[in-house]
């Protein structure tokens, strides 16, 4: 496949921004390949520079729920643009998205909003922290919590794909106060409790993680959380940045029936915008500046074009009641045709998949943990990525990513999908058969 100008725009982007990107898990150095520049977006499609369409398994990291580009989502935007772009005082958008987001997430009695899922779970520790009096945070390995410095210990995503799960630049006095235990495992759980009581401010998990892959907990997991940080005095944090509106309309929370202390939220909520938020017990949240001490503030947070952005997409979700079920039908559709394919090349696999979310491990053991995601064939993925890309499917560049479907997928791109993974197969065979 020719990529001539994105080879150029990459080139030109490396002269001025660091990495040439702006992110690194845009990078693609983990399926050895420089990354693909866009044109736009429509649908399920994504368009490069030079030409070429690809079905997007990507969708902005899972923010994109309704596709690149809807028509309600897009006028919304262009509508709030024309008001005003930032005003840095109140509008009645924010309570809008807030009721919104409230009577769909019901833990959520009281939230604030940011820029970013970064942002929310940066302050989410903060407030935690401030609550309770206490200083440590438990996160779990190769959960991703953005990038703020008490979670890039042991850090999926980006960070895990470049090999830096704990990054340079984070003291040893903020990575002290992160302790970090095995996903899946609850007597680990128990055991940090007993070693560090009356330290723990919080636990906070990924409910789903995505960000070593897909990983699912096992049963009764999350409720193990819940009854030990309530006995011990902790928050329990549900990071929902992706899994909030993309696995139900409630979240994680509301497929397993927990009720955090506090949950965070990002990509979706802002339907393609920069919009995070963290929200929960009303008693927790008042302890945020202006009512309470801990304090926590942004020029852009609520800006108007953002809410304006998550009200049509939450709008969209609450007004169609069969979204999930015809997303989580569309998806098993597409596992289960992956999965078909990929025995019949005799490639050993594990799927694991949430609602419209799925990552393909190319491994024989079931994938719990991050140990057991890093057995996954990164040589592997890295050939399948490149072929895929070949026959015009865009998949998460990394094996540690969640790829994601959106509503504007259609069973027939669902199948010319496998029919290309199909073809791959066939021609990754050949390859290593000459
Ligand atoms: N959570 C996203 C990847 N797993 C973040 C995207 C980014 O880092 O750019």
Known sequence: MRLERSIAAFARARA????????????????GLSPVFMKSGSGAMLYDLDGHEYLDYVMSWGALLLGHAHPAVTRAIVNAAMRGTSFGTPTELESELAELVASMMPSIERL?????????TMSAARLARGFTGRPKIVKFAGCYHGHADSFLIAAGSGALTHGTPDSPGVTPGTARD???????DAPAVGRAFESNRGQIAAVIVEPYP???GLVLPRDG????LHELCSEHGALLIFDEVITGFRVARGGAQAREGIVPDLTTLGKIIGGGLPVGAFGGRADVMAQLSPDGPVYQAGTLSGNPIAMAAGLATLGVIAADAALYDRLEELTLRLTDGLGAVMSE???????NRAGSMFTMYFTSAPVGDLESALRSDRTLYARYFSAMLDRGVYLAPSPFEANFLSAAHTPQEIDRTVAAADASFSHLVAAQAR
Do not use: D, K, W
Not at 221 to 224: D, E, P, T, V
């Open 112 to 120: 604030r909003f940011v820029s970013s899922g970064t942002e929310a």
């Open 16 to 31: 001025t921004i660091a990495g040439g990107v702006n992110s690194p898990v845009r990078a693609l150095g983990a399926v």
């Open 345 to 351: 090349h005799a490639v050993q696999h594990v799927c």
């Open 210 to 212: 995505a960000n070593m």
């Open 221 to 224: 997991y999350l409720r193990h």
């Open 178 to 184: 992160t302790l970090v235990l095995p996903f899946n």
